[in-house]
């Protein structure tokens, strides 16, 4: 077809663009960042059919200038393929734009979330010739091969594609591969591996499955599900055998590595799974592991098997700590008394636990949101992670925000609260997430403590968390603001020049918080 890239029987050149960064502060970071297994993923599958990919790995917001030069220093390429994230679309536009005037034959692609959650919105970026809808891996092969030998690949499925004419073709989606052994084991020297942030510390960040079966209205999962022609088998796990060919083929590479992150949406999905890995992990591996788990499927053998295994710490969602946000807005069926419960468990064997949790949720308040901390001290959680509420696009959560008028026309990439709530003000949501470790650990003493004494210190607690003026709520978030940044640079450059010292801290600390 007129007007299409053609290789001429040459293998394509591609770059994969990855905007690695959660603020936007202009900072010159050199070295860090994390690792991604899709980018890693379809860097293993293109090289294994001859094509040619490098990374230019973003670790924080780039200028114009300072972009230019970079994507000028890493070579010639003929495709381009952007990893957009729903929070980086802003910077990934102007990213684009500079792309294309500085290599304006290049052919530019996009894909991961926000092109598969909002792909007309993508597509519609001047400068984007196509977008890749779902698992990117062999729509991009094809994309290359196809390019290579100058045959026609505006076809080709989970693809859409921008005609030279200006009109949009939009292919089918591809069905999913039940079967993930199929793929190879990630390129994962794709990265400057030895130099992210967690390899630093000797840990790395792994993923054995894809996909989550259940419909959490607030997570994108649900609508990348919905995108597959054969969405019931979305949940797919690498098999045991094939798991730990990875693990050692990552080890081999890198044996500096100490600890295995486990970054599945959620590790323990398939109880019959899980047991077998976790059987042959225990025997070849046996290295100190953490990874995601959910309550309402998990026993106290499991919890055990896990400790023999190597588990220090566990990562568990437990996001809304008021029952009828959890079950009306969240859908997620898990009573306090399950989770206290399945707390004691870890309690019981040493494991140190991790909560994750959403502030800023449509229709919290305060009052809300202080069940959350209150829960968490219930389970005597040893750490806490308060994220603020963002409503990703077709997500259950997105509609519920804005049928309720609390969704703005445009958010800004730099906006800290997303959602304008009367009821539940950014002083107070900032306030919450930033002291929420702070009042956590002092409700576990009020509740540790017996009789009249213990119910007159949670009452002055509440008072401290939600009878504040509003002045005070932005003081004292202006507060921990430089109290944050000054820890986070301290942090960073104890990993960058004191590695050692930083995981032997690490351990200290969850041997501590686990037997505690």
Not at 99 to 121: M, N, Q, R, W
Not at 274 to 287: A, G, N, S
Request: glycine share 6%.
């Amino acid at each position: 077809m007129e007007g299409l890239k053609d290789l001429h029987g040459r293998k394509a050149r591609e770059l994969l663009v990855y905007p690695d960064y959660t603020d936007r502060e202009l900072s010159g970071k050199l070295t860090g960042g994390n690792y991604s297994e899709g980018l890693a993923s379809i860097s293993a599958v293109l090289k294994q059919s001859g094509h040619d990919v490098k990374l230019m790995h973003l670790l924080y917001l780039h200028g114009e200038d300072e972009f230019k030069e970079k994507l000028k220093s890493l070579g010639e390429f003929d495709i381009i393929g952007f990893s957009i994230r729903t929070t980086a679309f802003p910077d990934c536009k102007q990213y684009i734009k500079w792309t294309k005037e500085v290599c304006p034959d290049v052919f530019i692609t996009c894909g991961s979330y926000h092109a598969t959650l909002a792909p007309e919105e993508v597509i519609a970026v001047d400068g984007v010739d196509a977008i890749t809808i779902g698992d990117g891996e062999y729509a991009e092969l094809e994309l290359c091969d196809k390019m290579s030998a100058g045959e026609d690949y505006t076809d080709i499925e989970s693809k859409w594609f921008k005609l030279p004419d200006g009109t949009v073709k939009r292919n089918p989606v591809r069905p999913l591969f039940a079967d993930l052994d199929r793929l190879p084991i990630p390129d994962f020297e794709l990265f400057d591996y030895d130099n992210l942030d967690s390899v630093k510390v000797g840990t790395a960040i792994v993923m054995m499955s894809r996909g989550c079966r259940y419909n959490c209205t607030y997570c994108g999962n649900s609508q990348f599900r919905n995108v597959y022609p054969n969405k019931k088998i979305y949940s797919r796990f690498r098999s045991p055998q094939n798991g730990i060919l990875y693990l050692k083929t990552l080890l081999a590479k890198h044996p500096q590595i100490k600890v295995i992150n486990f970054r599945d949406a959620i590790f323990n999905m398939i109880p019959e799974w899980f047991d077998e890995f976790i059987e042959l992990y225990k025997q070849e591996i046996h290295l100190p592991f953490t990874g995601n788990i959910r309550f309402d499927i998990l026993t106290e053998d499991t919890v055990r098997r896990m400790k023999e295994a190597g588990c220090y710490t566990i990562d568990m969602g437990l996001e809304s700590g008021d029952q009828e946000m959890r079950f009306k807005y969240l859908k997620r069926y898990m009573t306090d008394e399950m989770m206290i419960n399945c707390s004691q468990w870890f309690h019981k064997y040493g494991i140190a636990q991790l909560t994750y949790n959403i502030i800023g949720l449509p229709h919290e308040d305060k009052y809300r949101a202080l069940k959350t901390i209150k829960l968490n001290a219930r389970m005597r959680a040893d750490r806490v992670i308060p994220n603020i509420f963002y409503p990703y696009p077709g997500t259950v959560l997105y509609e519920t925000a804005k049928e309720a008028g609390y969704l703005p026309e445009v958010i800004s990439p730099d906006v800290r609260v997303p959602l304008i709530q009367e009821q539940f003000p950014e002083h107070e949501v900032l306030f919450i997430e930033a002291y929420f470790q702070h009042f956590m650990n002092r409700y576990r003493r009020a509740f540790a403590m017996k009789g009249k004494i213990g119910k007159w210190y949670e009452k002055w607690l509440d008072r401290r968390v939600t009878k504040r003026r509003p002045w005070s709520y932005k003081f004292l978030v202006k507060l921990h603001d430089i109290y944050a940044h000054g820890r986070s640079k301290v942090k960073a450059f104890v990993i960058d020049h004191l590695p050692k010292l930083y995981m032997k801290l690490r351990v200290w600390k969850h041997r501590k918080k686990a037997e505690g």
